[in-house]
T-cell receptor, first 113, second 110 residues
């Protein structure tokens, strides 16, 4: 079955530590997205990519970094510069083009130790 | 400013009731999405529409472009419909990214 796989499901970060969240898709989608979800707020876009080796900042990119070395993979690194990293992180993918639905993973919940 | 508002924030219902969730947006859009977030956190796309009405099973989504308003209806609600329902808009002024509402938490009791 095609889909998006995020791992791990739960992740804990120590102060000053970088952590990387994995996102893999086998839907052959060109576009991939990372969102952050906080209680009482809508999903906010961190980064997105429409082609391998290229990506754009979203609304809240500070303290995060991404790479897109393969079409199937779009890992997100939460750096120590992100001072409030506790949140639920969702990865999505879609066919490029206006009005294309996004397919979401099951998310990773990141907490601070 | 591109904004999406949903109401109500929370909704409880008895099994079998007809449910309506509302979504308003600020300016012109090219598409509006309705999403369902399960208690575990995973999100499923329910509908994408730019005009009129779409139906899938017991779910119906409508949109009124002039009033900048969309509704999601659930007929004959069931406890398994309990989830957070999220609307998201693709605004004409920024077609690269979706703007999400804060979601409506629905609980259906048997």
């Amino acid at each position: 079955d095609g889909g998006i796989t995020q791992s791990p499901k739960y992740l804990f970060r120590k102060e000053g530590q970088n952590v990387t969240l994995s996102c893999e898709q086998n839907l052959n989608h060109d576009a991939m997205y990372w969102y952050r979800q906080d209680p009482g707020q809508g999903l906010r876009l961190i980064y997105y990519s429409q082609i391998v080796n290229d990506f754009q900042k979203g609304d809240i990119a500070e303290g995060y970094s991404v790479s897109r070395e393969k079409k199937e993979s779009f890992p997100l690194t939460v750096t120590s510069a992100q001072k409030n990293p506790t949140a639920f992180y969702l990865c999505a993918s879609s066919i490029i083009g206006r009005d294309q639905p996004q397919h979401f993973g099951d998310g990773t919940r990141l907490s601070i130790l | 400013k591109n904004e999406v508002e949903q109401s109500p924030q929370n909704l409880t219902a008895q099994e079998g009731e007809f449910i309506t969730i509302n979504c308003s947006y600020s300016v012109g859009i090219s598409a509006l999405h309705w999403l369902q977030q399960h208690p575990g956190g995973g999100i499923v796309s329910l509908f994408m529409l730019s005009s009129g009405k779409k139906k899938h099973g017991r779910l119906i989504a409508t949109i009124n472009i002039q009033e900048k308003h969309s509704s999601l209806h659930i007929t004959a609600s069931h406890p398994r419909d309990s989830a957070v329902y999220i609307c998201a808009a693709l605004f004409l002024t920024n077609t690269d990214k979706l703007i999400f509402g804060t979601g409506t938490r629905l609980q259906v009791f048997p």
